[in-house]
């Protein structure tokens, strides 16, 4: 793929409310992080973990339970990113059973892996459990109490000597979801020692004998319960924030979508290494590579050819720790469009195409949760501030007009919440170059031009 400059390490200076969450972190052996995305829920835990183990010789090894997308970048990306955290080991536990075990006896601080493996670790180790810390990065999803790995969390809780929950929202679904997630955490102490005791104290069987409903007050008295193991935090409480948050997710692609990547982007820049790039040359190439990173391509004749799904599920990942806040999403191309409806089709989520004024009524209304609208159609004049507050760029255009007039339809006066900007940007890939542009507010033409050739001259270079 192409070089990627290195850039200086940053210097974290946190703001009040992160300096706060560290602190409750170090203190406390148990907690739930419940803060909004984009609020630095992982640079937080990772100061953390920095301080527990090089300053105070409180722990050894961490292990982190991560979303798949999440546990392949996410983490190691946040720590190479601060000059405090550059020296911290991550070692992805990921793929097959003979890289997973390989990957457990290398040496590090902190290892990830993702969800789908937590019970494959607990019967790797067994009683030896080598894990004194344990970050569940999305406790959300561990609020099945009969999940397998749930189950396996808890047999090995015991030997877990610090545990934190990291999750936006607790109880998407109501307060039953909460008895799962807190017993993680705190083994029983707060919430009955069992799902059975929980639900006859604070619910009671609806009138056909199917589900619970809470018993009146039944909220309060639980959070009650749970406030001093739980620190809770809205992005909009906190006003040392700007108003506009950037979360930029990174996006690894599997071996196979690699591979197929660096050739198809190699041959499609090796064809014109000896031209003269102009400016629609250049927007047609890298149109075609900004395809390439979303997951599939139009030929001469405007078939599609799907090449991977990394990004899409990266999205999926991001809508699911949203845990049922609405969202904007931006897309690039019609491919990009159907092949997202596709898969939000089985999410149980209300979805519309931006089109009509209707949907903009409805959007502002909470009758929404995923609006799908192109750059282009939606960048002027609307007024969508009413609906929600965050913004999901699933591909990125090159036009720096357009990106800033697309976020403005939530960044706008009448906004009551701090406006959250999420990012899918492939690693290495085409995505790079675009958020790099975007972020320095930089003339994207001619960034775009200097990013094309910097890229052909290494695919002539790897030739």
Same mark, same amino acid.
């Given at each position: 793929?192409?070089?990627?400059?290195?850039?200086?390490?940053?210097?974290?200076?946190?703001?009040?409310?992160?300096?706060?969450?560290?602190? $409750?972190?170090?203190?406390?052996?148990?907690?739930?992080?419940?803060?909004?995305?984009?609020?630095?829920?992982?640079?937080?835990?990772?100061?953390?973990?920095?301080?527990?183990?090089?300053?105070?010789?409180?722990?050894? $090894?961490?292990?982190?339970?991560?979303?798949?997308?999440?546990?392949?970048?996410?983490?190691?990306?946040?720590?190479?990113?601060?000059?405090?955290?550059?020296?911290?080991?991550?070692?992805? @536990?990921?793929?097959?059973?003979?890289?997973?075990?390989?990957?457990?006896?290398?040496?590090?601080?902190?290892?990830?892996?993702?969800?789908?493996?937590?019970?494959?670790?607990?019967?790797?180790?067994?009683?030896?459990?080598?894990?004194?810390?344990?970050?569940?990065?999305?406790?959300?999803?561990?609020?099945?109490?009969?999940?397998?790995?749930?189950?396996?969390?808890?047999?090995?809780?015991?030997?877990?000597?610090?545990?934190?929950?990291?999750?936006?929202?607790?109880?998407?679904?109501?307060?039953?979801?909460?008895?799962?997630?807190?017993?993680?955490?705190?083994?029983?102490?707060?919430?009955?020692?069992?799902?059975?005791?929980?639900?006859?104290?604070?619910?009671?069987?609806?009138?056909?004998?199917?589900?619970?409903?809470? &018993?009146?007050?039944?909220?309060?008295?639980?959070?009650?319960?749970?406030?001093?193991?739980?620190?809770?935090?809205?992005?909009?409480?906190?006003?040392?924030?700007?108003?506009?948050? @950037?979360?930029?997710?990174?996006?690894?692609?599997?071996?196979?979508?690699? &591979?197929?990547?660096?050739?198809?982007?190699?041959?499609?820049?090796?064809?014109?290494?000896?031209?003269?790039?102009?400016?629609?040359?250049?927007?047609?190439?890298?149109?075609?590579?900004?395809?390439?990173?979303?997951?599939?391509?139009?030929?001469?004749?405007?078939?599609?050819?799907?090449?991977?799904?990394?990004?899409?599920?990266?999205?999926?990942?991001?809508?699911?720790?949203?845990?049922?806040?609405?969202?904007?999403?931006?897309?690039?191309?019609?491919?990009?469009?159907?092949?997202?409806?596709? @898969?939000?089709?089985?999410?149980?989520?209300?979805?519309?195409?931006?089109?009509?004024?209707?949907?903009?009524?409805?959007?502002?209304?909470?009758?929404?949760?995923?609006?799908?609208?192109?750059?282009?159609?939606?960048?002027?004049?609307?007024?969508?501030?009413?609906?929600?507050?965050?913004?999901?760029?699933?591909?990125?255009?090159?036009?720096?007009?357009?990106?800033?007039?697309?976020?403005?339809?939530?960044?706008?006066?009448?906004?009551?919440?701090?406006?959250?900007?999420?990012?899918?940007?492939?690693?290495?890939?085409?995505?790079?170059?675009?958020?790099?542009?975007?972020?320095?507010?930089?003339?994207?033409?001619?960034?775009?031009?200097?990013?094309?050739?910097?890229?052909?001259?290494?695919?002539?270079?790897?030739?």
């Amino acid at each position: 793929m192409g070089a990627v400059v290195e850039k200086p390490k940053a210097k974290f200076i946190p703001h009040a409310y992160q300096r706060y969450c560290i602190n $409750r972190l170090l203190v406390d052996e148990a907690l739930g992080l419940l803060l909004d995305l984009g609020l630095g829920k992982t640079v937080i835990t990772l100061t953390a973990i920095n301080d527990l183990k090089y300053n105070r010789f409180a722990i050894r $090894r961490t292990l982190v339970i991560a979303p798949k997308k999440v546990a392949e970048a996410t983490w190691t990306n946040e720590a190479a990113k601060w000059e405090h955290l550059k020296h911290l080991r991550i070692v992805p @536990v990921l793929g097959n059973q003979v890289k997973r075990i390989r990957a457990l006896n290398m040496p590090g601080d902190i290892w990830i892996t993702n969800r789908e493996n937590v019970s494959w670790i607990v019967d790797h180790y067994r009683n030896a459990w080598p894990f004194d810390m344990v970050v569940v990065d999305e406790l959300s999803s561990f609020k099945n109490h009969q999940a397998k790995r749930f189950k396996s969390l808890s047999w090995v809780r015991s030997h877990i000597k610090r545990i934190v929950g990291l999750t936006g929202t607790p109880a998407p679904n109501g307060l039953l979801d909460l008895w799962a997630q807190i017993h993680l955490l705190d083994q029983g102490q707060r919430l009955e020692k069992n799902i059975t005791g929980y639900r006859e104290k604070y619910f009671e069987h609806n009138y056909n004998g199917f589900g619970y409903t809470a &018993k009146p007050g039944a909220d309060e008295v639980i959070q009650r319960k749970i406030a001093d193991i739980c620190v809770s935090m809205k992005a909009e409480d906190y006003l040392d924030l700007p108003d506009r948050v @950037v979360n930029v997710i990174p996006v690894v692609l599997d071996d196979k979508a690699q &591979k197929q990547y660096d050739k198809m982007e190699k041959d499609l820049l090796l064809q014109i290494e000896d031209t003269e790039i102009t400016a629609t040359s250049a927007a047609v190439l890298s149109g075609k590579l900004l395809q390439m990173c979303n997951g599939a391509m139009y030929d001469a004749e405007r078939n599609i050819h799907e090449l991977h799904d990394c990004k899409i599920e990266a999205f999926m990942e991001l809508i699911e720790q949203l845990n049922g806040k609405p969202a904007l999403v931006f897309y690039s191309f019609q491919h990009d469009l159907s092949r997202i409806l596709k @898969v939000l089709s089985k999410s149980g989520l209300r979805i519309r195409e931006l089109k009509t004024p209707q949907d903009q009524i409805d959007w502002n209304t909470g009758q929404v949760d995923i609006l799908l609208a192109h750059p282009a159609s939606a960048a002027y004049g609307l007024n969508l501030q009413d609906g929600g507050n965050h913004v999901v760029w699933f591909g990125l255009n090159w036009s720096l007009e357009l990106y800033q007039q697309a976020n403005g339809r939530l960044h706008r006066q009448g906004q009551k919440q701090k406006v959250i900007l999420h990012h899918l940007v492939v690693q290495g890939g085409a995505d790079q170059d675009v958020m790099a542009a975007l972020e320095d507010k930089a003339t994207t033409q001619d960034r775009l031009l200097t990013a094309l050739k910097a890229r052909i001259e290494k695919a002539g270079e790897g030739a």
